[in-house]
């Protein structure tokens, strides 16, 4: 009646007038892409929230500090400290641990520092790689999904079309168009996914260097004093 | 160990609140843009449709007709008005032309007064003169009340033939108007029949062409006339071919697509239903 209402309608006209697999595909695909965005975005907080706890403590460290002080500081802040010093933290721990059982050999105790710094760096890493097999998945799959709600919806456009004898575009027209709109969708939800998926094992993989660099090193540093000590 | 899986935990409620936000942030963004998108695409059709609505009903088209047939009753009004400043305009001239046509009397009466006088002073003295001038000057004065009295008098007369010129005019337009409008009103019903008569003789067409599954050898444009008896419902009771193509194929196929079509689509309305309802003779072409 209105015009102006009908044409902004028009578009969840068409959704409403899908068939209901296409609806239903539709709305697969619409939690698919609202899930795949969250965790972009917590993705991308917690990813930089990593990088610039690790650039500080990168700094902190290699600023030629007290060693002892920072364990301190790290063991007392926990909940603020970044992967890297939790990972420097839970290598002193077991370090200091094994210094004081008497009767153990530099290899032993420099060995099991490493072992408890693998652990929480495993641990670590799984926390920072968490939702990312999510968004690999949409990525993948929702062009699948979208393409599948537009051939069902085709197939129904057409199979309406074979009760008619005289065909004409007008009556094809609106089927193919809402079943469009599912293989829209898929899309919608596919490309960010795969960017961000993409973009953020790139960013996991270099932290995780980082990591473990920082891991040989300070077992290197934690064998000279346990050799200068002895 | 167990405080170190916590850890992550901890951090997380807040910026994840913060990720759903921008998340349906980005959908409802893409909404309106997708909502933007296709009404622009739509909005050009749009247009069209407003246009043909605004076209088909006669009343709009009535009503226009009502102002210019009650401007001019309006305009009386001022004229009745104006009277009142008219006698201002229109008095100066007749008092011009009685003018003079007065002095010239008043010349006449003069020269005969003088004549008069003349022969007054011959006969009478100069004082009889000066009498009978002021005589003259009142028969004057006098003459010019009388003038100004008829002037008067037509005046009114002439605004009271305008009042009833007025009011008649008012009489035939209301007249008029009470007859355009039930003609209107009468024009307007049977052009809404006659509408639509048409629409839905289009749709029978179009729901019958939709039915109809043409034969591979027709060629042109043959016209096939059929005698189609409907129920009230619409639905078809018999059809009968009242005038061949020539094409028998043609013509079972059109048959054929008729009844494929039943019931048909027919107005609510009962007056346009009479065209449709005991027997309506159908009219098919393959192209049109």
Redesign the interface.
């Given at each position: 009646m209105n015009p102006d209402l009908s044409q902004d309608l028009s578009l969840f006209h068409l959704i409403l007038n899908a068939s209901l697999p296409v609806q239903l595909v539709m709305l697969l695909l619409l939690g698919a892409s609202l899930m795949s965005w969250w965790f972009i975005f917590i993705k991308l907080f917690s990813l930089k929230r990593a990088l610039r706890e690790t650039d500080r403590f990168e700094r902190e460290f290699w600023g030629g500090g007290d060693i002892n002080a920072m364990y301190k500081e790290v063991a007392a802040g926990r909940g603020e400290a970044g992967e890297m010093a939790r990972i420097f933290e839970a290598g002193f721990r077991e370090f200091v641990k094994l210094r004081q059982q008497p009767g153990l050999s530099l290899n032993v105790i420099v060995d099991g520092t490493r072992r408890a710094m693998r652990a929480t760096y495993q641990r670590e890493l799984d926390s920072l790689e968490s939702h990312l097999s999510f968004l690999a998945t949409v990525g993948s799959v929702s062009p699948y999904v979208g393409l599948f709600g537009t051939v069902w919806g085709i197939m129904i456009a057409f199979m309406g079309l074979s009760s008619v004898a005289q065909a004409t575009l007008a009556q094809v027209a609106p089927g193919i168009a809402e079943a469009l709109i599912a293989t829209a969708m898929g899309l919608f939800a596919a490309i960010p996914a795969v960017v961000g998926y993409n973009r953020y094992t790139h960013d996991i993989d270099r932290l995780a260097n980082r990591m473990e660099s920082f891991m040989e090193e300070f077992s290197n540093i934690l064998q000279r004093q346990a050799t200068k000590a002895s | 160990m167990n405080?170190?899986?916590d850890?992550?935990f901890?951090?997380?409620p807040g910026?994840?609140l913060?990720?759903?936000a921008?998340?349906?942030g980005?959908?409802v963004v893409?909404v309106l843009l997708?909502?933007f998108g296709?009404?622009w695409q739509?909005?050009h059709p749009?247009?069209v449709?407003?246009d043909l609505w605004e076209a088909l009903p006669p009343p709009p088209v009535a009503k226009p007709a009502r102002p210019p047939a009650s401007a001019p009753v309006k305009t009386p009004e001022p004229v009745k008005v104006k009277p009142a400043p008219r006698p201002a305009v229109d008095e100066p001239p007749p008092p011009k032309t009685p003018d003079i046509a007065l002095e010239k009397k008043k010349a006449e009466s003069e020269r005969q007064k003088k004549l008069q006088a003349m022969q007054a002073v011959e006969e009478k003295a100069r004082a009889d003169a000066a009498r009978k001038a002021q005589e003259t000057q009142l028969a004057e004065r006098k003459k010019r009340e009388l003038l100004r009295q008829m002037e008067e008098e037509d005046l009114t007369r002439r605004m009271a033939d305008e009042v009833a010129a007025s009011e008649a005019r008012q009489a035939k337009l209301a007249e008029a108007q009470a007859k355009l409008a039930e003609a209107a009103t009468a024009s307007k019903r049977q052009t809404e029949v006659a509408g639509v008569v048409g629409q839905y003789r289009d749709l029978i067409s179009a729901k019958v062409?939709?039915?109809?599954?043409?034969p591979d050898n027709l060629a042109g444009n043959p016209q096939v006339r059929c005698l189609v008896k409907l129920l009230p419902t619409g639905e078809v009771q018999s059809v009968r071919v009242t005038q061949s193509s020539g094409n028998a194929a043609y013509d079972e196929a059109v048959v054929r697509?008729i009844w494929k079509s039943s019931p048909l689509p027919l107005p609510g309305e009962r007056d346009a239903r009479a065209a449709f309802v005991p027997e309506l003779s159908f009219v098919h072409r393959p192209k049109e």
């Open positions: - | 405080i170190s899986a850890v992550p901890v951090s997380r910026s994840n913060i990720a759903g921008l998340a349906l980005v959908h893409f997708l909502v296709v009404s739509t909005q749009a247009p449709m407003v062409r939709g039915n109809t599954r043409l697509g």
